[in-house]
């Protein structure tokens, strides 16, 4: 099963801005139609942040950090990224990556529940 691993979290002030990075295990991933980022913090249910399909490039984003975060991948490598520009305490959780093969219909769905394996996460602290 494929494993993910995320990096690039950090502690900052608000207004700031940190870039999350998501490796999958195996160069099967890269396959994955559906890639998206989700965000847990404490006391709180784990969260979808953004999502993209990988065949058009579609991406969507929860209302609460809709201009501000971007997601993106690179073609043929198994990352995936989160850029994360003009954070609020509230973007305070740990991140996480997944990815599937959920058809375009699935993917755009706000209630998209990845069929993979969560990985450690990475803390993002935003203070005020």
């Known amino acids: 099963q494929v494993q993910f691993k995320e990096s690039g979290g950090g502690s900052v002030q608000a207004g700031g801005s940190l870039t999350l990075s998501c490796a999958a295990s195996?160069?099967?991933?890269?396959?994955?139609?559906?890639l998206g980022w989700f965000r847990q913090a404490p006391g709180k249910e784990r969260e979808g942040v953004a999502r993209?399909?990988?065949?058009?490039?579609?991406?969507y984003y929860a209302d609460s950090v809709k201009g501000r975060f971007t997601i993106s991948r690179i073609n043929d490598e198994n990352a995936l990224y989160l850029q994360m520009d003009s954070l609020k305490p509230e973007d305070t959780a740990i991140y996480y990556c997944a990815a599937d093969y959920s058809d375009l219909l699935d993917c755009g769905s706000d209630s998209w529940s990845p069929h993979s394996s969560w990985g450690q996460g990475t803390q993002v602290t935003v203070s005020s």
């Open positions: 993209l399909y990988r065949l058009t490039g579609n991406t």
């Open positions: 195996i160069n099967g991933a890269s396959r994955y139609l559906c």
